[in-house]
């Protein structure tokens, strides 16, 4: 989930524009937003505020992510302290994603042990191990074993796919599509994030249903989704920094087309996942109401990220800064121009 946010004092120096597709559109979900959303979001915001080090400029760019909004529409029916659990873990996944966009693979593999050893109840010494620590302690205190397991394995995942892209960035190499397409789906941290579905909704749902190839094929669909239409929403910003971490930057480098053409590439492809979603759910088997019941409200989770994660996509800033709520209307951007020196994060892992 890559990201800075983009000024008006640049917007105007470009000349060119490209043209997002309308995914919002095609996707169908039901929109639903957790009533508790403003008071969990301002807590967590001085959660994660009052233990970084951030400089005041990377703290106006936290403030303008609105990773509570993104926790309240993907757990819309959480409790508020299931949902400001969540909103802890949006904010501080965003917070670990730009620190290891910064770092090379051994510093990336120290944040991973240090991370994951936490989660193992080992004693944290960095800010982000303490973060983790006071958010892993009220995960634990409710969630399912299995819900429990899989978000570990998906953090496990998660610094796996960080250390890899660490090294790309450091060769400069690119990888080919389908290596990317893996890679992808694990630097998302959406596998962490469907984990909390489970969480936020008291959810106990058996490991063999996890197992089902429907199931893990909706998930599929699901992560591809949200982190495809991610790289064109934060394409622009990534190109300028010189970050080629993002699907349009590889099918630009492999298939010789024009950027445009790319966007309109990974767009249909996102479209693709809506329907591949949507194909699935119809094949979905039966396991009798103890488990149906409970794998509907994780289906509908998922429901609620896809859509979800569009629609925050034009109310975060950290896309289109201000100009969001335009973009979204016209769905054109102007090409922002390389930076010419992108200068070291200043959080502090």
Not at 253 to 272: F, H, K, M, N, P
């Amino acid at each position: 989930m890559p990201a800075s946010n983009m000024t008006s004092n640049t917007t105007s120096s470009c000349s060119q524009w490209i043209l997002l597709p309308d995914l919002i559109s095609h996707c169908s979900f039901p929109l639903r937003r957790n009533p508790h959303h403003v008071l969990a979001s301002a807590e967590s915001k001085l959660w994660l505020l009052a233990q970084c080090g951030l400089n005041e400029e990377k703290r106006k760019t936290f403030r303008g992510l609105k990773g509570g909004l993104l926790a309240a529409i993907g757990y819309p029916l959480a409790g508020y302290d299931q949902l400001r659990v969540c909103c802890d873990w949006i904010n501080l996944l965003f917070h670990l994603d730009d620190i290891c966009d910064e770092m090379g693979d051994e510093e990336a593999i120290d944040t991973a042990a240090e991370i994951i050893g936490v989660l193992c109840e080992t004693q944290p010494t960095s800010i982000v191990g303490r973060l983790t620590q006071s958010f892993w302690s009220r995960v634990s205190s409710t969630a399912s074993p299995g819900a429990q397991r899989r978000f570990i394995e998906g953090l496990e995942l998660f610094f796996s796919a960080v250390v890899q892209q660490a090294k790309h960035r450091q060769s400069n190499d690119i990888p080919d599509l389908e290596s990317y397409i893996a890679m992808r789906r694990d630097t998302s941290g959406c596998k962490t994030c469907f984990a909390l579905i489970e969480y936020a909704n008291d959810l106990d749902i058996p490991d063999c249903v996890f197992e089902n190839a429907v199931v893990r094929g909706m998930e599929e669909a699901a992560n591809d989704i949200i982190t495809w239409s991610n790289d064109i929403y934060s394409y622009n910003v990534e190109q300028a920094n010189g970050d080629t971490h993002n699907m349009v930057a590889v099918i630009r480098a492999r298939e010789s087309l024009s950027l445009q053409q790319a966007i309109d590439y990974v767009g249909t492809l996102c479209v693709q996942c809506v329907d591949r979603f949507q194909a699935l759910q119809q094949l979905l088997p039966s396991w009798g109401p103890e488990i149906d019941v409970p794998l509907r409200a994780y289906i509908d989770g998922l429901g609620d990220w896809m859509i979800g994660s569009l629609v925050w996509s034009f109310e975060t800033e950290r896309y289109f800064g201000h100009a969001a709520p335009k973009v979204r209307a016209t769905l054109a951007v102007p090409i922002l121009p390389a930076r010419k020196e992108v200068g070291p994060t200043e959080a502090t892992a």
